[in-house]
């Protein structure tokens, strides 16, 4: 796109500029420019390394000690946002399962009561 004026079209703008040459001309020159993204994210919205979640994931088999960080990390007010929604997503999965098991457990425990009447 070429521009004999003195302004340069917002296209060309920043790639594209005119110089002058020995012969009194002009001549379009283009510039190449890498434009780096530095994006700042903030310490807990970061991704976490592999490390971190062997971590993590080492952490998780200890048999207490499990239950307390699922609290710690899914409730406190700092840590992780990938750590803390991944406990998040585990304790609500846990609940789900408890609950399960104790809704089949007590179907199965009148089931029991109701056959142990039935006999007498």
């Known amino acids: 796109m070429a521009t004999f004026g ?7 703008a920043g790639r594209e500029h005119l110089i002058k040459t020995e012969q009194g001309g002009f001549q379009l020159e283009q510039q190449e420019h890498q434009q780096q993204w530095q994006v700042s994210v ?33 409730f406190g007010s700092e840590g992780n946002l990938n750590r803390k929604n991944w406990a998040k997503a585990n304790l609500l999965i846990m609940g789900v399962c408890i609950g399960l098991y104790l809704c089949v457990f007590f179907f199965v425990l009148i089931l029991a009561f109701i056959g142990a009447s039935v006999e007498q």
């Open 6 to 12: 003195p302004f340069v079209d917002s296209y060309a």
């Open 42 to 74: 903030p310490e807990n919205e970061r991704v976490m390394s592999v490390k971190e979640w062997l971590i993590t994931f080492l952490i998780m088999m200890v048999p207490v000690v499990n239950l307390v960080m699922y609290f710690v990390w899914a």
